[in-house]
Protein backbone atom coordinates (compact mmCIF):
# COMPACT_ATOMS: atom_id res chain seq x y z
CA UNK A 1 0.00 0.00 0.00
CA UNK A 2 1.54 3.71 -0.72
CA UNK A 3 0.25 6.73 0.02
CA UNK A 4 0.76 8.95 -2.97
CA UNK A 5 1.49 12.45 -2.99
CA UNK A 6 1.07 14.74 0.11
CA UNK A 7 -0.94 12.91 2.30
CA UNK A 8 -2.72 16.09 4.68
CA UNK A 9 -3.73 14.50 7.86
CA UNK A 10 -6.45 16.41 8.82
CA UNK A 11 -6.71 17.49 12.69
CA UNK A 12 -9.95 17.27 13.74
CA UNK A 13 -10.12 20.11 16.14
CA UNK A 14 -10.40 22.66 12.57
CA UNK A 15 -14.25 22.68 11.27
CA UNK A 16 -14.57 20.28 8.94
CA UNK A 17 -11.16 19.90 6.74
CA UNK A 18 -11.58 18.57 3.32
CA UNK A 19 -8.73 16.38 2.29
CA UNK A 20 -9.98 17.31 -1.09
CA UNK A 21 -8.09 18.74 -4.16
CA UNK A 22 -6.48 22.51 -3.63
CA UNK A 23 -7.66 25.27 -5.73
CA UNK A 24 -5.90 24.83 -9.07
CA UNK A 25 -3.90 27.31 -10.10
CA UNK A 26 -4.96 31.12 -11.53
CA UNK A 27 -3.59 30.01 -14.48
CA UNK A 28 -4.82 28.25 -17.23
CA UNK A 29 -2.46 25.76 -19.05
CA UNK A 30 -3.13 25.67 -22.59
CA UNK A 31 -1.29 22.17 -23.63
CA UNK A 32 -1.12 20.32 -20.43
CA UNK A 33 -3.79 18.77 -18.19
CA UNK A 34 -4.26 20.66 -15.18
CA UNK A 35 -2.41 18.11 -12.32
CA UNK A 36 -5.07 16.65 -10.56
CA UNK A 37 -3.67 17.22 -6.83
CA UNK A 38 -5.65 15.72 -4.30
CA UNK A 39 -4.73 13.32 -1.01
CA UNK A 40 -5.63 9.70 -1.18
CA UNK A 41 -4.41 6.24 -0.34
CA UNK A 42 -3.73 3.62 -2.91
CA UNK A 43 -4.01 0.34 -2.53
CA UNK A 44 -4.66 -3.31 -4.77
CA UNK A 45 -6.96 -5.43 -4.45
CA UNK A 46 -6.35 -8.12 -1.25
CA UNK A 47 -4.18 -5.44 0.22
CA UNK A 48 -4.66 -3.53 3.64
CA UNK A 49 -4.99 -0.16 3.25
CA UNK A 50 -4.97 2.28 6.39
CA UNK A 51 -7.18 5.69 6.02
CA UNK A 52 -5.91 8.28 8.26
CA UNK A 53 -7.65 10.36 11.02
CA UNK A 54 -5.91 11.79 13.94
CA UNK A 55 -7.30 13.88 16.49
CA UNK A 56 -5.24 16.66 17.76
CA UNK A 57 -6.84 16.97 21.01
CA UNK A 58 -9.65 14.87 22.74
CA UNK A 59 -12.55 16.06 23.85
CA UNK A 60 -14.01 14.25 27.30
CA UNK A 61 -16.42 12.45 25.71
CA UNK A 62 -16.94 11.49 22.20
CA UNK A 63 -17.26 8.78 19.27
CA UNK A 64 -15.49 7.88 15.95
CA UNK A 65 -17.81 7.56 12.99
CA UNK A 66 -16.78 5.98 9.77
CA UNK A 67 -18.85 6.29 6.74
CA UNK A 68 -18.28 5.57 3.12
CA UNK A 69 -19.58 8.51 1.23
CA UNK A 70 -21.96 7.17 -1.78
CA UNK A 71 -23.71 9.83 -3.56
CA UNK A 72 -26.65 8.82 -5.14
CA UNK A 73 -26.91 6.08 -2.48
CA UNK A 74 -30.91 5.41 -1.61
CA UNK A 75 -31.36 5.18 1.93
CA UNK A 76 -29.19 4.76 5.05
CA UNK A 77 -25.69 6.41 5.32
CA UNK A 78 -23.10 3.50 4.12
CA UNK A 79 -21.36 2.91 7.93
CA UNK A 80 -18.33 1.08 8.41
CA UNK A 81 -17.66 1.41 12.41
CA UNK A 82 -18.30 3.49 15.00
CA UNK A 83 -16.43 3.53 17.98
CA UNK A 84 -15.96 5.15 21.76
CA UNK A 85 -12.51 6.02 23.19
CA UNK A 86 -12.45 2.23 24.63
CA UNK A 87 -14.46 0.04 22.04
CA UNK A 88 -15.92 0.28 18.39
CA UNK A 89 -18.39 -1.49 16.50
CA UNK A 90 -18.75 -2.41 12.66
CA UNK A 91 -21.88 -2.19 10.35
CA UNK A 92 -22.95 -3.26 7.38
CA UNK A 93 -21.08 -4.36 4.42
CA UNK A 94 -17.47 -3.05 4.89
CA UNK A 95 -17.75 -3.57 9.06
CA UNK A 96 -16.23 -7.42 8.68
CA UNK A 97 -13.63 -6.28 6.95
CA UNK A 98 -12.98 -3.08 8.88
CA UNK A 99 -11.09 -2.08 12.44
CA UNK A 100 -9.56 1.07 13.72
CA UNK A 101 -5.60 0.78 13.94
CA UNK A 102 -5.05 2.50 17.05
CA UNK A 103 -1.07 3.14 16.51
CA UNK A 104 -1.23 5.60 19.38
CA UNK A 105 -3.88 7.10 21.57
CA UNK A 106 -4.54 10.12 19.21
CA UNK A 107 -5.13 7.46 16.49
CA UNK A 108 -8.87 6.95 14.71
CA UNK A 109 -7.64 6.05 11.68
CA UNK A 110 -9.42 2.95 9.93
CA UNK A 111 -7.88 -0.62 8.96
CA UNK A 112 -9.80 -1.47 6.23
CA UNK A 113 -8.39 -4.99 3.88
CA UNK A 114 -8.50 -7.34 2.31
CA UNK A 115 -9.92 -4.61 -0.47
CA UNK A 116 -12.04 -5.46 -3.24
CA UNK A 117 -12.28 -4.08 -6.23
CA UNK A 118 -15.17 -2.01 -5.29
CA UNK A 119 -13.66 -0.49 -1.94
CA UNK A 120 -12.72 2.78 -3.60
CA UNK A 121 -14.26 5.97 -2.90
CA UNK A 122 -14.67 8.77 -0.12
CA UNK A 123 -14.73 7.65 3.52
CA UNK A 124 -15.71 10.16 6.04
CA UNK A 125 -13.68 9.58 9.46
CA UNK A 126 -16.34 12.10 11.99
CA UNK A 127 -16.08 12.88 15.24
CA UNK A 128 -19.04 13.25 17.54
CA UNK A 129 -19.03 15.20 20.71
CA UNK A 130 -21.86 16.69 22.71
CA UNK A 131 -21.40 20.04 21.16
CA UNK A 132 -19.70 19.59 18.13
CA UNK A 133 -19.05 17.53 15.20
CA UNK A 134 -16.26 17.91 12.97
CA UNK A 135 -15.16 15.26 9.85
CA UNK A 136 -12.25 15.10 7.51
CA UNK A 137 -12.93 12.92 4.05
CA UNK A 138 -9.98 10.67 2.91
CA UNK A 139 -10.10 8.83 -0.77
CA UNK A 140 -9.51 5.13 -0.91
CA UNK A 141 -7.78 4.34 -4.45
CA UNK A 142 -7.96 0.84 -6.18
CA UNK A 143 -5.20 1.04 -8.08
CA UNK A 144 -5.74 -1.20 -11.36
CA UNK A 145 -5.96 -1.71 -14.78
CA UNK A 146 -8.82 -1.20 -17.38
CA UNK A 147 -9.56 -3.47 -20.14
CA UNK A 148 -11.63 -3.46 -23.29
CA UNK A 149 -14.28 -6.15 -23.42
CA UNK A 150 -16.28 -7.66 -26.66
CA UNK A 151 -18.30 -11.00 -26.48
CA UNK A 152 -16.95 -13.56 -28.23
CA UNK A 153 -20.33 -13.24 -30.33
CA UNK A 154 -18.84 -10.13 -31.48
CA UNK A 155 -18.57 -6.04 -31.35
CA UNK A 156 -21.40 -4.17 -29.55
CA UNK A 157 -23.58 -7.55 -28.57
CA UNK A 158 -23.65 -6.51 -25.09
CA UNK A 159 -26.62 -4.47 -22.96
CA UNK A 160 -25.58 -3.02 -19.89
CA UNK A 161 -26.34 -6.10 -17.83
CA UNK A 162 -24.76 -8.31 -19.81
CA UNK A 163 -21.69 -6.23 -19.86
CA UNK A 164 -21.94 -5.86 -16.06
CA UNK A 165 -22.16 -9.56 -15.96
CA UNK A 166 -18.99 -10.21 -18.88
CA UNK A 167 -16.55 -8.46 -16.85
CA UNK A 168 -17.31 -10.61 -13.82
CA UNK A 169 -17.17 -13.37 -15.49
CA UNK A 170 -13.42 -11.93 -16.52
CA UNK A 171 -12.43 -11.46 -12.86
CA UNK A 172 -13.35 -7.49 -13.28
CA UNK A 173 -16.44 -5.48 -12.94
CA UNK A 174 -17.38 -2.64 -15.47
CA UNK A 175 -14.91 0.32 -14.64
CA UNK A 176 -16.35 4.44 -13.32
CA UNK A 177 -15.82 6.95 -15.30
CA UNK A 178 -12.61 7.85 -13.17
CA UNK A 179 -10.64 4.62 -14.00
CA UNK A 180 -11.49 4.98 -17.87
CA UNK A 181 -9.82 8.80 -18.05
CA UNK A 182 -6.85 7.09 -15.49
CA UNK A 183 -6.71 4.53 -18.34
CA UNK A 184 -6.66 7.17 -20.75
CA UNK A 185 -3.76 9.29 -19.38
CA UNK A 186 -1.95 5.78 -18.88
CA UNK A 187 -2.13 5.11 -22.54
CA UNK A 188 -5.43 3.50 -22.96
CA UNK A 189 -6.56 4.59 -26.66
CA UNK A 190 -9.54 2.37 -28.02
CA UNK A 191 -11.60 2.66 -30.93
CA UNK A 192 -14.55 0.64 -29.77
CA UNK A 193 -17.77 2.25 -27.01
CA UNK A 194 -18.34 0.42 -23.60
CA UNK A 195 -20.21 0.86 -21.27
CA UNK A 196 -19.26 2.22 -18.05
CA UNK A 197 -20.32 1.27 -14.38
CA UNK A 198 -22.90 4.59 -14.39
CA UNK A 199 -24.21 3.20 -17.33
CA UNK A 200 -22.93 5.86 -19.56
CA UNK A 201 -21.26 4.56 -22.74
CA UNK A 202 -17.66 5.96 -23.70
CA UNK A 203 -13.98 5.58 -25.42
CA UNK A 204 -10.89 6.94 -24.72
CA UNK A 205 -8.81 8.50 -28.07
CA UNK A 206 -4.84 9.37 -27.38
CA UNK A 207 -4.46 9.52 -31.42
CA UNK A 208 -7.54 10.98 -32.76
CA UNK A 209 -8.13 9.46 -36.22
CA UNK A 210 -11.49 9.79 -38.91
CA UNK A 211 -12.65 6.59 -38.01
CA UNK A 212 -12.79 7.41 -34.34
CA UNK A 213 -14.23 10.93 -34.01
CA UNK A 214 -11.67 12.96 -35.56
CA UNK A 215 -13.30 16.43 -35.25
CA UNK A 216 -12.24 16.69 -31.45
CA UNK A 217 -8.79 16.17 -29.87
CA UNK A 218 -7.71 13.70 -27.43
CA UNK A 219 -10.06 12.48 -24.68
CA UNK A 220 -12.89 10.64 -23.57
CA UNK A 221 -15.40 10.04 -26.15
CA UNK A 222 -19.34 9.96 -25.26
CA UNK A 223 -21.92 9.05 -26.49
CA UNK A 224 -25.55 10.79 -25.58
CA UNK A 225 -27.69 8.46 -22.78
CA UNK A 226 -28.18 5.08 -24.05
CA UNK A 227 -31.27 2.47 -23.02
CA UNK A 228 -29.67 0.44 -20.65
CA UNK A 229 -31.79 -2.29 -22.19
CA UNK A 230 -31.63 -2.53 -25.77
CA UNK A 231 -28.86 -0.46 -27.15
CA UNK A 232 -25.67 -3.40 -26.95
CA UNK A 233 -22.14 -1.86 -26.90
CA UNK A 234 -18.56 -3.61 -25.70
CA UNK A 235 -17.40 -2.99 -21.57
CA UNK A 236 -14.96 -1.08 -20.17
CA UNK A 237 -14.12 -4.03 -17.09
CA UNK A 238 -11.79 -2.77 -14.20
CA UNK A 239 -9.64 -5.65 -12.72
CA UNK A 240 -6.62 -5.33 -9.64
CA UNK A 241 -3.34 -7.81 -7.99
CA UNK A 242 -4.90 -11.14 -8.06
CA UNK A 243 -3.52 -13.83 -5.42
CA UNK A 244 -2.55 -16.57 -7.78
CA UNK A 245 -0.04 -16.10 -10.82
CA UNK A 246 -0.69 -16.84 -14.57
CA UNK A 247 1.71 -19.21 -16.67
CA UNK A 248 1.51 -20.41 -20.20
CA UNK A 249 2.17 -23.44 -21.10
CA UNK A 250 3.50 -23.71 -25.15
CA UNK A 251 1.67 -26.09 -27.60
CA UNK A 252 -0.34 -26.31 -30.16
CA UNK A 253 -3.83 -27.12 -28.48
CA UNK A 254 -7.85 -26.90 -29.57
CA UNK A 255 -9.44 -24.54 -26.42
CA UNK A 256 -10.46 -28.00 -25.17
CA UNK A 257 -6.86 -29.49 -24.78
CA UNK A 258 -5.61 -26.10 -23.55
CA UNK A 259 -8.33 -26.87 -20.78
CA UNK A 260 -7.01 -30.10 -20.18
CA UNK A 261 -3.70 -29.04 -20.21
CA UNK A 262 -3.74 -26.56 -17.08
CA UNK A 263 -5.76 -29.19 -15.34
CA UNK A 264 -2.73 -31.08 -15.58
CA UNK A 265 -0.57 -28.42 -14.12
CA UNK A 266 -3.28 -28.14 -11.35
CA UNK A 267 -4.54 -24.94 -12.92
CA UNK A 268 -7.40 -23.43 -14.93
CA UNK A 269 -7.82 -21.43 -18.11
CA UNK A 270 -6.97 -17.70 -17.04
CA UNK A 271 -9.59 -15.20 -17.48
CA UNK A 272 -8.69 -12.03 -19.43
CA UNK A 273 -8.88 -10.06 -16.05
CA UNK A 274 -6.26 -12.52 -14.94
CA UNK A 275 -4.13 -11.95 -17.77
CA UNK A 276 -4.63 -8.03 -17.47
CA UNK A 277 -3.31 -8.24 -13.92
CA UNK A 278 -0.35 -10.04 -14.39
CA UNK A 279 0.58 -7.81 -17.23
CA UNK A 280 0.19 -4.57 -15.28
CA UNK A 281 1.28 -5.83 -11.79
CA UNK A 282 3.69 -8.55 -12.40
CA UNK A 283 5.41 -7.52 -16.22
CA UNK A 284 4.26 -10.12 -17.72
CA UNK A 285 5.66 -10.52 -21.16
CA UNK A 286 4.83 -13.08 -23.15
CA UNK A 287 5.59 -13.22 -26.99
CA UNK A 288 3.26 -16.17 -27.91
CA UNK A 289 -0.81 -16.44 -28.53
CA UNK A 290 -2.69 -18.72 -25.87
CA UNK A 291 -5.84 -19.72 -24.90
CA UNK A 292 -8.03 -18.03 -22.32
CA UNK A 293 -11.30 -18.97 -20.73
CA UNK A 294 -13.25 -17.02 -23.03
CA UNK A 295 -11.85 -18.96 -25.96
CA UNK A 296 -10.10 -15.39 -27.01
CA UNK A 297 -6.18 -15.71 -27.88
CA UNK A 298 -4.08 -13.24 -26.40
CA UNK A 299 -0.46 -12.22 -25.16
CA UNK A 300 1.02 -9.32 -22.76
CA UNK A 301 3.61 -7.72 -23.91
CA UNK A 302 5.38 -5.28 -21.33
CA UNK A 303 8.89 -4.65 -23.97
CA UNK A 304 7.32 -3.82 -27.41
CA UNK A 305 9.36 -5.48 -30.33
CA UNK A 306 8.96 -6.05 -33.90
CA UNK A 307 8.48 -9.63 -34.11
CA UNK A 308 5.26 -9.50 -31.39
CA UNK A 309 2.90 -7.40 -32.68
CA UNK A 310 4.51 -4.61 -34.23
CA UNK A 311 2.49 -2.02 -31.69
CA UNK A 312 4.75 0.18 -30.24
CA UNK A 313 3.18 0.55 -26.83
CA UNK A 314 2.82 -1.63 -24.25
CA UNK A 315 -0.64 -4.01 -23.54
CA UNK A 316 -2.15 -7.23 -23.98
CA UNK A 317 -2.52 -7.74 -27.40
CA UNK A 318 -5.38 -10.05 -29.03
CA UNK A 319 -6.01 -12.35 -31.80
CA UNK A 320 -10.05 -12.37 -31.42
CA UNK A 321 -12.00 -15.47 -30.76
CA UNK A 322 -10.53 -18.48 -32.72
CA UNK A 323 -11.91 -21.32 -34.20
CA UNK A 324 -11.85 -23.50 -30.97
CA UNK A 325 -10.73 -26.57 -32.82
CA UNK A 326 -8.03 -24.94 -34.56
CA UNK A 327 -4.50 -26.16 -32.90
CA UNK A 328 -2.38 -22.47 -33.49
CA UNK A 329 -2.29 -21.73 -29.80
CA UNK A 330 -0.77 -22.43 -26.44
CA UNK A 331 -2.48 -21.48 -23.59
CA UNK A 332 -2.46 -19.07 -20.58
CA UNK A 333 -3.69 -21.39 -16.87
CA UNK A 334 -4.02 -19.58 -13.65
CA UNK A 335 -3.13 -20.90 -10.42
C1 LIG B 1 -3.99 -7.59 6.28
O1 LIG B 1 -4.25 -7.57 7.67
C2 LIG B 1 -4.50 -8.85 8.24
C3 LIG B 1 -4.94 -8.65 9.66
O2 LIG B 1 -4.13 -7.76 10.32
C4 LIG B 1 -3.22 -9.68 8.09
O3 LIG B 1 -3.44 -10.96 8.64
C5 LIG B 1 -2.88 -9.80 6.62
O4 LIG B 1 -1.66 -10.49 6.47
C6 LIG B 1 -2.76 -8.43 5.99
N1 LIG B 1 -2.63 -8.59 4.56
C7 LIG B 1 -1.71 -7.97 3.85
C8 LIG B 1 -1.70 -8.25 2.39
O5 LIG B 1 -0.89 -7.21 4.34
C1 LIG C 1 -13.74 -24.81 -37.12
O1 LIG C 1 -12.86 -25.62 -37.86
C2 LIG C 1 -13.38 -26.91 -38.15
C3 LIG C 1 -12.25 -27.75 -38.78
O2 LIG C 1 -11.54 -27.01 -39.75
C4 LIG C 1 -14.61 -26.79 -39.04
O3 LIG C 1 -15.13 -28.05 -39.34
C5 LIG C 1 -15.64 -25.93 -38.31
O4 LIG C 1 -16.76 -25.70 -39.14
C6 LIG C 1 -15.04 -24.61 -37.88
N1 LIG C 1 -15.98 -23.94 -37.02
C7 LIG C 1 -16.37 -22.70 -37.23
C8 LIG C 1 -17.32 -22.14 -36.25
O5 LIG C 1 -15.94 -22.02 -38.15
Same mark, same amino acid.
Given at each position: ???? =? ?5 ? =?????? $?L ?18 YAEV???? %? ?6 ? @? ?16 ? +??? *??? /? ?9 ? #??? %????? !??? =????? /? ?6 ? +? ?7 GR ?7 ? @? ?5 VVTLR ?16 ? /? ?20 ? &?????? *? ?14 ? &? ?8 ? +???? +??? @?????? #?? #? ?11 ? $? ?32 ? $????? !? ?24 ? %????? @? ?7 ? *? ?6 ? $? &? ?6
Amino acid at each position: MGVS =LLLLVGF =LTCPTV $LLSAPTTSASKLKYLLEPPVYAEVVARR %GENATLPC @ILKSKPDHYKVKWTKLEP +GRV *GPE /NLVIISNEHAF #KRH %GRLGP !RAS =LRRAH /NMDASLRL +GPLRLRDGGRYRCELIND @IEDESVVVTLRIEGVVFPYQSPKGRYRM /NFREAEAACEEQDGVLATYEEL &YRAWTE *GLDWCKAGWLQDGSVR &YPIISPRPAC +GAQT +GPG @IRSYSP #KD #KDVDRFDAFCFTS $LTAGSVFYIPGAFSLEEAGRACGRRAAELALVGQ $LYAAW !RFRGYDRCDGGWLSDGSVRFPIGTPR %GRCGG @IPEPGVRSF *GFPNQTSH $L &YGVYCYR
